[in-house]
């Protein structure tokens, strides 16, 4: 495997009294796929928030190729256009197209000019079914479109990670494919990526390690074959039995 990008090292986090995480460490590889499974409440979407700065940490390190991004006052804007994030909330502006959507943070955090700007965003949503939708507004599209759409935003920033925080929960059962196959399209095109999701299938089927999370912690790493067919820990059996019904 190749040398981590990311590297978390002994991180924590609490709300008050409660502890969300404790004491995780994790080695994202580049080019690599890893999905975060458990229940409501382990602790996996305050992790992605972690990772990319959104949620400062309590304790312990974030390395981005060796450099520690949780140190105090380190500047994480840069880390933000360097590790991108999408939720399960499409959180698109209401007033603008898809493409005005999609063009606003390039345009105006990256200072892109518009002839040419407009080119590649257009050939993202091309490549991911949604050529036809440029000049659609967000209450014109299905909501498995405003995730892609969502998606191709946070694309259009040129990220080097990117993490999806539970982006198929809110859609329903029909829509979610649509979604699933762009993640396909980015794992082939060797995107590096964390993923907090319930779709089982998909995490046995694309990721390259699956984590399970219980309790803040990481109670289970590894393969998805090793971890679906044959669990180590009564907790993550448990879990698997109560999902996988």
Do not use: W
Request: net charge negative; glycine share 10%; hydrophobic share 45%.
């Amino acid at each position: 495997m190749p040398a981590a990008r990311l590297k978390l090292e002994g991180v924590v986090k609490s709300y008050g009294e409660n502890t969300v995480l404790d004491g995780i460490d994790i080695d994202l590889a580049a080019g690599e796929m890893i999905c975060l499974i458990g229940a409501s409440g382990s602790g996996k979407s305050t992790l992605l928030r972690c990772m990319n700065g959104l949620d400062p940490i309590d304790d312990g390190r974030i390395l981005l190729d060796g450099v520690d991004i949780a140190e105090p006052g380190f500047d994480l804007a840069p880390v933000r256009r360097r590790i991108g994030i999408v939720f399960q909330s499409y959180n698109l502006f209401p007033h603008m197209t898809a493409l005005e959507n999609v063009m606003l943070a390039p345009r105006r955090v990256l200072r892109e000019a518009d002839a040419p700007l407009q080119t590649r965003v257009k050939e993202l949503f091309e490549r991911f079914g949604l050529g036809a939708h440029l000049a659609k507004y967000p209450d014109q599209l299905s909501g498995g479109q405003q995730q892609r759409v969502a998606i191709i935003r946070a694309l259009a920033m040129r990220p080097e990670i990117m993490l999806f925080d539970e982006i198929t929960s809110a859609l329903d059962p029909e829509l979610v494919g649509e979604v699933l196959d762009v993640l396909r399209k980015l794992h082939a095109d060797g995107m590096t990526m964390v993923l907090a999701t319930h779709e089982m299938g998909f995490a046995r089927e694309l990721a390259d390690r699956v984590i399970f999370m219980d309790g803040g912690r990481v109670a289970e790493s590894g393969p998805p074959e090793q971890i679906f067919r044959n669990p180590k820990g009564e907790r993550t059996r448990a879990f698997l039995r109560s999902v996988l019904k």
